[in-house]
């Protein structure tokens, strides 16, 4: 396999990297998810920690998109619109297949049927950008010092868990009657691991948003501390200056009744979110 060129990758690297971002994938699906809704939700279409459209659109994006390296702006605009063809295509085979979708982005502007939207595309090109000059040179070095008879061992590994869990899920979303139900046993089993690498992950996000939203609000909270220093210092030289000789001789000088009521009405506002805190 590693002797078979694609393009500028050989089979060997094509199957690691599509487990790999099949696996990233997943993670930033748990990460995603447990942001906006404060909880676990495995995502997942399989029972393992893996999304196979993140695999496999990250492959073809590194096919395509390594000979414009060199044009950021290319890689951007094509990588938009292949995960959008990749994305539209995955969605609707699925709804046609099992007769529900797997995401619906209907709510959102400029969507096409549900199955893409713009804002979705914009993040695939920057994404495609992250990936191919940051990430995906790291994953090649790394692949590079993984002795070879240790990746064919994983990839078998991989292939074999992966064949598996596709059978076992299609045969229970297919399955009818009581093999449903010993079917859904099976598949409980399967989903065991990724449930609790998915928990860990969705606990390790939720705790590190947590952490951010108090440094945030310190963070503001000192801010407006300065703010309401720097305006009762205004406010104390405006008083000097209106109590001064020199602003009685030139009265252009003293600040305007417009501006001393605004500083009052701001340092008033400070104080009064200082008292609710």
Request: proline share 3%.
């Amino acid at each position: 396999m590693e002797h078979i060129m694609v393009g500028s990758l050989s089979l060997y690297e094509i199957a690691m990297y599509f487990f790999l971002y099949s696996f990233l994938g997943w993670c930033s699906e748990v990460i995603f998810a447990t942001l906006k809704t404060g909880k676990f939700v495995n995502r997942g279409f399989l029972n393992g920690p893996v999304c196979p459209i993140y695999g496999t659109g990250v492959v073809l994006l590194l096919l395509a998109l390594t000979p414009l390296r060199e044009y950021a702006w290319a890689v951007f605009l094509a990588a938009a619109l292949l995960c959008s063809a990749l994305e539209f295509a995955t969605g609707f085979l699925l709804e046609k297949v099992f007769h529900r979708k797997w995401w619906d982005y209907s709510d959102r502007h400029f969507n096409l049927c549900g199955y893409i939207c713009l804002e979705m595309s914009l993040l695939w090109g920057v994404a495609a950008l992250a990936v191919l000059y940051a990430v995906q040179p790291m994953f090649a070095t790394l692949l590079q010092k993984l002795p070879l008879i240790a990746g064919y061992i994983l990839l078998g590994i991989f292939a074999a868990s992966l064949l598996t869990d596709l059978v076992f899920t299609l045969l229970q979303i297919s399955a009818l009657g009581k093999k449903y139900a010993e079917l859904q046993k099976i598949n409980a089993a399967l989903r065991v691991g990724s449930d609790k690498l998915g928990s860990a992950l969705s606990g390790v996000t939720a705790k590190s948003a947590e952490k951010l939203g108090e440094l945030k609000e310190s963070g503001e909270q000192k801010l407006d501390d300065i703010r309401l220093k720097n305006a009762q210092r205004t406010d104390a030289l405006y008083d000097k200056i209106e109590k001064s000789r020199l602003a009685k001789a030139f009265p252009a000088l003293r600040p305007s009744a417009e501006r001393r009521e605004k500083l009052k009405d701001k340092m008033q506002e400070l104080e009064e979110k200082r008292k609710e805190r």
